[in-house]
């Protein structure tokens, strides 16, 4: 009797174990992730922590990014329709980069590579001074984008071994819990958002040309413009 109900105690642990390991990989997006992947031996502490490190990344060069492109518009008169704001700037500096945040950054780029490539269309007047502000602008963008192109990468690398590494448990700690829940929601964001900022470095370029502004760009630049991201 004794025997019978330890066998029967073992079986609704085992059953249970297994409802809830299905539930929490379907609480976390883990189901689109999980299957025919490769962690490549990865553990989630290392996936959390490249992912982290990643989102930590785009939120500085983003930020970054921002600032240059309010510096180009008090240096041109540009049009922003979709500028962000000083509060979600300081969020992304402080590398609080989540959904919306994101989503701004996204709209934003767009906005500024529409307004930039409809000024692109002749010269404008500028002074030496202006000219001197727009190409620091410039350099200063660029180089947001080459970070942003790393940040994404990392962002890309975590997705990839999360695909393979299986739902996270209590051991792994919190920060792998929540990554294997921001990774397939928050990785398609910073890749929209990077494919806009690519539009803003062709847009400003074009501007740059037509109005006669040499800029440095950084030696990275046309790896971080061919990269494939998803």
């Known amino acids: 009797m004794k025997r019978r109900n330890f066998l029967t105690s073992s079986l609704v642990i085992a059953t249970s174990a297994s409802v809830l390991g299905s539930s929490a990989a379907h609480a976390f997006g ?45 240096a041109t008169g540009l049009k922003q329709t ?36 409809k000024m692109s269309m002749e010269k404008i ?33 975590a997705k990839d071994k999360a695909s393979g590494a299986g739902t996270p448990g ?7 819990v929540q990554a294997a829940k921001d990774i397939p929601v928050l990785t398609p964001k910073a890749i929209e958002f990077f494919k806009n900022s690519i539009e803003v470095v062709k847009a400003l370029r074009k501007f740059n040309q037509t109005n006669d502004i040499a800029v440095a760009e950084p030696p990275e630049m046309e790896k971080a413009l061919t990269g494939s991201f998803g």
Request: charged share 25%.
């Open 30 to 74: 883990l189901n689109s992730l999980t299957g025919g992947g490769s962690s490549g031996g990865a553990s989630w502490k290392d996936i959390a922590e490249t992912f982290t490190g990643g989102l930590k990344t785009i939120g500085t060069a983003a930020a970054r990014a921002a600032v240059s492109v309010n510096n180009i518009v008090d």
């Open 125 to 157: 007047v500028l002074d030496a001074e202006q000219k001197k502000k727009i190409a620091v602008a410039s350099a200063d963008y660029f180089k947001a984008f080459v970070g942003a192109s790393k940040g994404v990468l990392q962002l890309v690398e």
């Open 82 to 117: 979709e500028a962000l704001t000083a509060g979600r700037i300081k969020e992304l500096e402080e590398g609080k980069v989540n959904g919306d945040n994101l989503a701004d950054a996204s709209a934003s780029s767009k906005s500024t590579a529409e307004q930039l490539e």
């Open 170 to 176: 209590i051991t792994d700690g919190v920060a792998a």
